[in-house]
């Protein structure tokens, strides 16, 4: 393969949902720096379109359309308009989903919290993958990349939701890899503590040096190592992987204890 077409993504159109900010922004981004056209899903319509206008500027096409996954509508509504407007799809970033994690004490929450993280995490993206993988197929390329977690495989209480659902998705993957090839490849990339909103929200000093004291790379994560995992599965370098999980953690575990 000519080493200049390893990471060319020109001409292929890429979904991203959770799109507007923290990593799927990154991702969004990186890939577009890279060629791709930009659709991106979120439930934050105006960051959505903030986002796709600095996207645009880079010299290629982006949309944004307002998506909740927790809604079917909205998940078919984003695979029609991104045709419509686009052209195809070659590239899905499951990256939208979230959940209970760290606050589901098993005698103080109910079974439909659990079931909203398996909602959230697993479901909505098995169905976008249903959406999109005839127009994959058609088109004879498609790459699906899924955000999992360090919590799909970590052991901590007042987990079991969130972690239960980043395993299914781990496993969903090997599997969907045997039903999706040859022309769709599927992985996933599990994020170890990535300095998004979310985290800044809660981050003290006192809690960085206890997340990096098992970790060899000694600084937390960034979006945009993250999003470099997701243009690694997106692009054709890595055209011979498939029902992959990859963990960008610094080389350890970000916990608290």
Same mark, same amino acid.
């Given at each position: 393969?000519?080493?200049?077409?390893?990471?060319?993504? #020109?001409?292929?159109?890429?979904?991203? +949902?959770?799109?507007?900010?923290?990593?799927? #922004?990154? +991702?969004?981004?990186?890939? $577009?720096?890279?060629?791709?056209?930009?659709?991106?899903?979120?439930?934050?319509?105006?960051?959505?379109?903030?986002?796709?206008? &600095?996207?645009?500027?880079?010299?290629?096409? $982006?949309?944004?359309?307002?998506?909740?996954?927790? *809604?079917? &509508?909205?998940?078919?509504?984003?695979?029609?308009?991104? /045709?419509?407007?686009?052209?195809? /799809?070659?590239?899905?970033?499951?990256?939208?989903?979230?959940?209970?994690?760290?606050?589901?004490?098993?005698?103080?929450?109910?079974?439909?919290?659990? *079931?909203?993280?398996?909602?959230?995490?697993?479901?909505?993206?098995?169905?976008?993958?249903?959406?999109?993988?005839? !127009?994959?197929?058609?088109?004879?390329?498609?790459?699906?990349?899924? @955000? @999992?977690?360090?919590?799909?495989?970590? *052991?901590?209480?007042?987990?079991?939701? !969130?972690?239960?659902?980043?395993?299914?998705?781990?496993?969903?993957?090997?599997?969907?890899?045997?039903?999706?090839?040859? &022309?769709?490849?599927?992985? $996933?990339?599990?994020?170890?503590?990535?300095?998004?909103?979310?985290?800044?929200?809660?981050? @003290?000093?006192?809690? &960085? *040096?206890?997340?990096?004291?098992? @970790?060899?790379?000694?600084?937390?994560?960034?979006?945009?190592?993250?999003?470099?995992?997701?243009? !690694?599965?997106?692009?054709?370098?890595?055209?011979?992987?498939?029902?992959?999980?990859?963990?960008?953690?610094?080389?350890?575990?970000?916990?608290?204890?």
């Amino acid at each position: 393969m000519n080493t200049s077409e390893l990471f060319n993504l #020109k001409g292929k159109t890429a979904i991203v +949902t959770g799109g507007a900010n923290g990593i799927g #922004k990154a +991702t969004a981004i990186i890939l $577009a720096q890279h060629g791709a056209n930009i659709s991106i899903g979120d439930f934050n319509l105006e960051d959505a379109k903030k986002t796709a206008k &600095e996207i645009e500027a880079l010299g290629v096409k $982006a949309i944004a359309i307002e998506c909740n996954v927790l *809604k079917d &509508e909205d998940l078919v509504n984003l695979v029609e308009s991104t /045709i419509k407007e686009l052209g195809s /799809i070659h590239i899905l970033i499951n990256n939208a989903g979230g959940g209970g994690g760290g606050r589901e004490n098993p005698f103080k929450i109910a079974v439909e919290d659990i *079931k909203r993280d398996f909602d959230l995490n697993v479901f909505s993206g098995w169905r976008l993958c249903q959406l999109v993988v005839p !127009y994959m197929k058609k088109v004879g390329y498609g790459s699906i990349v899924f @955000t @999992t977690s360090m919590s799909s495989i970590n *052991k901590s209480p007042n987990m079991s939701g !969130y972690g239960g659902s980043k395993a299914a998705v781990n496993h969903m993957v090997a599997n969907l890899a045997h039903d999706f090839g040859p &022309e769709v490849r599927i992985n $996933a990339v599990g994020p170890g503590a990535t300095r998004t909103a979310a985290l800044e929200s809660v981050l @003290t000093p006192e809690i &960085e *040096k206890v997340m990096l004291a098992h @970790t060899p790379i000694k600084r937390l994560g960034k979006a945009e190592d993250i999003a470099g995992a997701m243009l !690694y599965f997106a692009s054709p370098i890595s055209e011979w992987v498939s029902g992959q999980t990859i963990f960008v953690n610094g080389g350890g575990e970000q916990t608290l204890e």
